[in-house]
């Protein structure tokens, strides 16, 4: 007996852990008037097990409301359907109302008296108030963004707005199903749920929070202004670079023209390819032998003029002075040479 027994409890646990396992989301907000679509993923060994969907604030008492084996009666607001390949079934619900909030259940029938069914739970909650797509928006300057909001069925009828937080003047408002420019802003409510918002010709000053409102729901937005790219407020112009360089005190010149290089106003730096010519580099390299050679040159022929200057300064004649015959006989040359200073000749 003791050995039948183990041999049942083994079975049991080998069919307990044969079972995979069933998730899903955890809490869902939908608006009144709107669907939504839940996905239940399965393990593999669920692909040919029926899928069922059903409401109830606990597995074993929840009431069925779709089955994968079942087609949906006619005028069902529910549908279900299985994709064994990517192990997830879906369920969809529509026009869904404040009442439908509570808990429902994603379930695997796993079958056998000794193997209960898996399953998920989701809470779902439908709301007559207000939504947004996307609570955090930013443009740039000098741009747009658009902002779409949406309500409930029950404000279908309502007038929309729009506000800047804190600034109860600033607020404009449309009719429900129609549209209105005001200033920079744009409203067009299409009467189905959906109130769309653009804010044109953006400035720094338009940046921070905004709110959609209808009756008394609302539901906040923030808009955030970045800087205007420098592509956009840096134009660039075109101009030829000419530069002259003065060789000698003749009207004489060289010039060297580039091709037109774009400088922006940020300054931006020279094209690379500029300097990368054979050409370019042998001219420059000729403009700064000719820069350099030209004033020694002249240096050099300087120097030399004034050795020739400084030579007959040195070079001494004494005249004859005014008396006698015989003081004229007296007189004589005497000669200084340069390159024997320290000899003197007298004629």
């Given at each position: 007996?003791?050995?039948?027994?183990?041999?049942?409890?083994?079975?049991?646990?080998?069919?307990?852990?044969?079972?995979?396992?069933?998730?899903?989301?955890?809490?869902?907000?939908?608006?009144?008037?709107?669907?939504?679509?839940?996905?239940?993923?399965?393990?593999?060994?669920?692909a040919r097990h029926v899928k069922y969907w059903c409401r109830g604030a606990t597995w074993t008492f929840c009431s069925g409301l779709a089955r994968t084996d079942q087609a949906p009666p006619a005028?069902?607001?529910?549908?279900?359907?299985?994709?064994?390949?990517?192990?997830?079934?879906?369920?969809?619900?529509?026009?869904?109302?404040?009442?439908?909030?509570?808990?429902?259940?994603?379930?695997?029938?796993?079958?056998?008296?000794?193997?209960?069914?898996?399953?998920?739970?989701?809470?779902?909650?439908?709301?007559?108030?207000?939504?947004?797509?996307?609570?955090?928006?930013?443009?740039?300057?000098?741009?747009?963004?658009?902002?779409?909001?949406?309500?409930?069925?029950?404000?279908?009828?309502?007038?929309?707005?729009?506000?800047?937080?804190?600034?109860?003047?600033?607020?404009?408002?449309?009719?429900?199903?129609?549209?209105?420019?005001?200033?920079?802003?744009?409203?067009?409510?299409?009467?189905?749920?959906?109130?769309?918002?653009?804010?044109?010709?953006?400035?720094?000053?338009?940046?921070?929070?905004?709110?959609?409102?209808?009756?008394?729901?609302?539901?906040?937005?923030?808009?955030?202004?970045?800087?205007?790219?420098?592509?956009?407020?840096?134009?660039?112009?075109?101009?030829?670079?000419?530069?002259?360089?003065?060789?000698?005190?003749?009207?004489?010149?060289?010039?060297?023209?580039?091709?037109?290089?774009?400088?922006?106003?940020?300054?931006?730096?020279?094209?690379?390819?500029?300097?990368?010519?054979?050409?370019?580099?042998?001219?420059?390299?000729?403009?700064?032998?000719?820069?350099?050679?030209?004033?020694?040159?002249?240096?050099?022929?300087?120097?030399?003029?004034?050795?020739?200057?400084?030579?007959?300064?040195?070079?001494?004649?004494?005249?004859?002075?005014?008396?006698?015959?015989?003081?004229?006989?007296?007189?004589?040359?005497?000669?200084?040479?340069?390159?024997?200073?320290?000899?003197?000749?007298?004629?």
């Open positions: 007996m003791a050995p039948l027994l183990f041999l049942l409890l083994l079975l049991v646990l080998l069919l307990a852990g044969s079972h995979g396992e069933v998730t899903t989301v955890k809490d869902l907000v939908v608006l009144e008037g709107r669907s939504a679509t839940v996905p239940c993923h399965y393990d593999p060994q669920y005028g069902s607001t529910l549908s279900i359907s299985d994709d064994p390949a990517q192990q997830v079934f879906t369920v969809t619900m529509v026009d869904l109302q404040e009442a439908d909030s509570g808990w429902y259940w994603c379930g695997v029938e796993v079958g056998g008296m000794w193997n209960a069914d898996d399953a998920a739970s989701v809470y779902i909650t439908v709301s007559h108030g207000m939504s947004v797509v996307n609570s955090m928006v930013a443009g740039e300057e000098g741009g747009s963004v658009s902002v779409e909001c949406l309500y409930g069925s029950r404000h279908s009828g309502s007038s929309k707005k729009w506000c800047r937080s804190g600034d109860w003047g600033s607020c404009v408002e449309v009719s429900a199903n129609g549209t209105l420019e005001q200033g920079s802003v744009r409203l067009r409510d299409d009467g189905a749920g959906a109130l769309a918002v653009t804010v044109r010709g953006l400035a720094r000053s338009d940046a921070g929070w905004y709110w959609c409102s209808t009756g008394q729901q609302q539901v906040q937005v923030h808009i955030a202004v970045t800087p205007r790219s420098s592509t956009q407020r840096s134009p660039t112009t075109s101009l030829p670079v000419v530069t002259s360089l003065p060789v000698d005190h003749k009207e004489t010149s060289i010039s060297v023209a580039t091709s037109p290089v774009h400088i922006a106003n940020q300054g931006q730096t020279l094209p690379s390819h500029i300097f990368e010519s054979p050409l370019m580099i042998c001219g420059a390299l000729l403009l700064l032998v000719v820069v350099a050679t030209v004033p020694s040159k002249m240096w050099c022929q300087y120097q030399r003029m004034r050795r020739r200057r400084h030579g007959r300064a040195r070079e001494l004649t004494l005249s004859p002075l005014p008396g006698s015959e015989s003081d004229q006989s007296k007189a004589g040359v005497i000669f200084y040479s340069p390159s024997s200073p320290q000899q003197v000749h007298l004629l």
